[in-house]
């Protein structure tokens, strides 16, 4: 296997768990609602819209392992499921979005 082909780079890749990485994303994220808690620059919608985003994380991943042990299915193919979990995440870019939407005069009041 040649690295230094995007085919023998693609192989190596593929070979990569990908699982310890989504847990180390985690840090990074704690780290930016942390800084905008404490910098209270960020309209308090849209921050709590950004917390909300962890809730749609565990309610996704809770999702996975009750479509994987109780149907035998990915989460993608449990519809139920499925939609369950990305109302999660609508629900948090919602709030993103009014947030972000409001002025500051209406963010006072």
Do not use: K
Request: charged share 10%; glycine share 10%; proline share 6%.
């Amino acid at each position: 296997m040649n690295l230094f082909t995007s085919a023998g780079l693609l192989e190596a890749l593929a070979g990569v768990d990908p699982a310890p990485f989504f847990g180390l994303s985690l840090l990074p994220y704690l780290a930016f609602l942390w800084w905008s808690w404490r910098s209270g620059r960020m309209p308090r919608l849209a921050f709590w819209g950004f917390c909300l985003t962890l809730l749609f994380v565990l309610v996704t991943i809770a999702a996975a392992i009750v479509a994987e042990l109780g149907f035998g299915r990915q989460l993608a193919d449990v519809d139920p499921l499925h939609g369950g979990a990305e109302l999660f995440l609508t629900l948090s870019n919602v709030l993103v979005l009014l947030g972000f939407s409001r002025t500051p005069a209406q963010e006072e009041q």
